[in-house]
C-alpha cells in the first residue's frame, strides 16, 4: 500500500476515483467512513482512493491498494460470516424495506429474494426512494462535493442524509439557520419513474418469488391535482405488479423544506407561497393528497406515510406540532376508508425524539382511527423505543412501557428494517437485531402477530383486492384516465361503482388473487352477469327503434305539406315564403316496434313498387311505439300535434282519402 500525502487544494484536484461502483459499495464499512488516514483494506486489483480529513484538510492524502480476492468473493465472505448471527434471528416479514438507493441502485430482486432466506424472512415490501438529489452549488464546488462523497457510496445515509457530506457528522443538531444554509445547497425532486423501474424488476421474476414481496407504488407528488390519476395510470401499465403505496412524505423534517417545488407540496400545516415579491394567501395544499388517500383506499390499498408527530423546534413539553393535524387528516372522509401505516413507531426519527406522552398519545391514535396501523421500523427509532441512550432507570420504564403497549395493540403493529439499499445481510437486520431484547420479552401471541401475522393481514391480504379491483373496475374508467375533459374523479361514485361491479362477480370470489381473471371465470358468474348483457341489448334495440320512429316524423312531416297543397292552402316557412309542392313520398311499414327490440333483430322496411294510400293504422301504431318508449324514458315526450278544422293532421289525411275513395 502506498501513500501520498495532499493539500486541500491538491485534494480537490483530484475528483475521480479509480475503481467501480461496486468496489466503492463493498468498502463502505471500512474506517474511510470515520475519515482515517489509512484504511486497512484486504487487497482486489490496483485501485486508489481519496481519504479527506475533514477537521485537518492538509493532511489528506490519496491511497493505492491491490487486493487478490474478487468483490464477489469478498461478498460470500461476509455472508458467510454472518450465517451464524441469522440462523438465530426470528422468522420475519420486511413492512418498511428500500432496497435501491436515491439514485435506484441496491439490491437485484431476485438477489434479495435469496438474502430473505438467508435472514428467515417470509415477506417484504419494495419501497423505492421517490426523491432525486439535486445540486445547487456551482460547477468547482459541486466537484469538490462529489469527492467528499467518493469515499463511500452514493447512497450513504448518515446523520445528516439528504444533505451534503461536508455537514456528516455525528451529534448533528437541526435549526432554522442550517435549514436555511442547506437550502442554498440542494434540492429535492419527486422522481415519477420510480414505479416503472420497480415493476420492470419484478416481472421478470419468477412466480414463487413473487409471491415473497409487495412493490409499493411511490412516485407520486402528493400535491398535485392528478395524483390520483397517476396511480390508475401506473396500475394499468403494470398489472398484477403493486399491493399499495409508500412510504409517502407528509411532513419530515428537512425534507419538506428542500423539496424545489415546496410551495407546492402537500402540508398539513398552512404556509405562505411566495411568488416573485407577492405572496399568496397561506394554504395546506391538502387536498390532493387527501383525493389521493381516497383513489388507494378504492383501489384496496394500504398507504404507508411519514409523518413526524412533531417538528425538530418542539420544546420538550409542547404538544406536537402535526399530532392533532395529522389525526384529522385520518378522520377525513376521503381517508377513513383507506388503511394507513404510519411509520416508524408514530411519526419518530433521528431529529424527532419520544415524549413522555407518545404511548398516552398513540393509544388515543388508534383509538379514534380505525384505520391505523403502525410499523415499528429504523434502527434509530429502535433505540428510542429500547431506552438506548438513558440512564438505566428511565431505560427500564421505557423499555416496559413498550413491552405493555406492544402486547396490548400487536394486531396492529408490524416489524419494519428501514434499511437502504443493505450490502449486507448484517446491515439488513441491524433493526432486528436491535429490538432483540424486547422482542424476548413479549408474549408468543403479540411477538408472532408484529413479525409475521400483521404483514400478512394488512399487505398479503390487500394483494387479492388490488387485483380484483384492477380486473374489474380499471378497465371501466380507462377512458376517464386520458379524457382531456376529465379534471378529477368522484371517489364516493366510484366505490359504489366498484361494489356493485363486485356484488355481481361474486362467483368470481374463488378465483386466485394473484392471476388474471380469464374468460372461464365470467363464465361461471350467475345471471346477473348475463341479465347485464341482455339489458344491454335490449337498449340498443330500442335505440334502432328510435330512429325509426323519426324517419317516420319526418315523412309525417311531408304529408302535412301535400295536405296543405291539396286543400290549396299555403304553409309558410321559416323565411314566410311559401314552400314548394314536395313530392310525393312512398309508403313505409307498420313497424313492430316492441316485438324487434324483445327479439333482438332491428325491423327490416318492405318496400314496395307502386305508392299507395297510406293505412289508416299506420298512424296509430307509431303512435303507440312512440308512447312506449315516452313510458321506459327513452324519448321525450312530443309536441302536441297541429290540427286543421278542429281534426289532428292524422284524422284529416284518412278523411281525405276517403272523399278520393268515394269520388272514385
Known sequence: MTSQRLTADGLRAINRVHTD?????????????????????PPVGEFHMNIFNEDRPELSYRTSYTMAVSPEERAEQANKDFAEIAQKLPAHSDAHMHPWSYVQ???????????????????????????????LMGDSERAEWTLLRSSGPLHHCGPSYYVPKEFNKPGLELSPEFAVKVQTLISLNVDTEVDDYTADSFIVLTKAEQDRLDPMVTGLHLGSSFADMSLFKKMLR??????????????????????????????????????????????????????????????????????????????????????????????????????IVWAHAGGLGRFVKQSNRHMDELENMLAKHPNLVLDISWNEVAKQLTGDGLDPEAATQRLNGWIAFLNKHSERIMFGSDALAPQSNEVWTNTLRTYSGLLEKL????????????????????????????????????????????????????RIFRDQLYADSEPLASTASNRTITSEDYDRCDDRLKGRAMVAKVVK????????IQRKNDEIGALKTRLALFEG???????????????????????VIAQAAVAGTPPQPQRTKTPRPLPAQ?????????????????VRPAAPQPSVGGLSIQDRIRELQNRGLNRG
Open 105 to 135: 441502485k441496491g439490491l437485484d430482486l431476485k438477489e434479495m429474494v435469496a438474502r430473505m432466506d438467508q435472514i428467515n424472512c417470509k415477506y417484504s415490501v419494495i419501497m423505492p426512494i421517490p426523491t432525486s438529489i439535486i445540486s
Open 541 to 548: 334495440d330500442l335505440e334502432k327503434a328510435n330512429a325509426i
Open 21 to 41: 461502483d461496486r468496489l466503492r459499495e463493498l468498502l463502505s464499512n471500512v474506517a474511510i467512513h470515520q475519515h482515517a488516514h489509512e484504511a486497512q483494506v
Open 618 to 634: 299506420e298512424p296509430q301504431l307509431a303512435r303507440q311505439a312512440l308512447q312506449a318508449q315516452q313510458t321506459m324514458g327513452l
Open 238 to 339: 403494470n398489472p398484477g405488479v403493486f399491493t399499495g403505496a409508500g412510504e409517502l412524505t407528509l411532513n419530515k423534517e428537512l425534507v419538506e423544506v428542500l423539496y424545489a417545488d415546496k410551495s407546492g407540496q402537500a402540508s398539513l400545516h398552512e404556509r405562505a407561497i411566495i411568488v416573485g415579491e407577492e405572496t399568496m394567501k397561506p394554504d395546506t395544499h391538502i387536498g390532493p393528497a387527501k383525493q389521493l388517500m381516497a383513489a388507494l383506499g378504492v383501489a384496496g390499498m394500504p398507504a404507508c406515510i411519514h409523518c413526524d408527530i412533531g417538528h425538530y423546534l418542539d420544546a420538550p413539553n409542547d404538544p406536537p406540532k402535526n399530532l392533532a393535524v395529522f389525526s384529522d387528516f385520518l378522520a377525513d372522509e376521503k381517508v377513513r376508508h383507506t388503511t
Open 443 to 494: 408474549t408468543d401471541e403479540a411477538r408472532n402477530n408484529i413479525l409475521l401475522k400483521t404483514y400478512e393481514r394488512i399487505y398479503v391480504g390487500a394483494r387479492r383486492n388490488v387485483r380484483k379491483f384492477e380486473n374489474l373496475v380499471l378497465p371501466n374508467i380507462k377512458d376517464k384516465l386520458t379524457d382531456p375533459t376529465v379534471d378529477a374523479m368522484d371517489m364516493a361514485a366510484l
Open 569 to 591: 292552402l299555403e304553409v309558410a316557412g321559416p323565411s314566410g315564403r311559401p314552400q314548394p309542392e314536395v313530392p310525393e313520398a312512398p309508403e313505409a311499414p307498420a313497424p
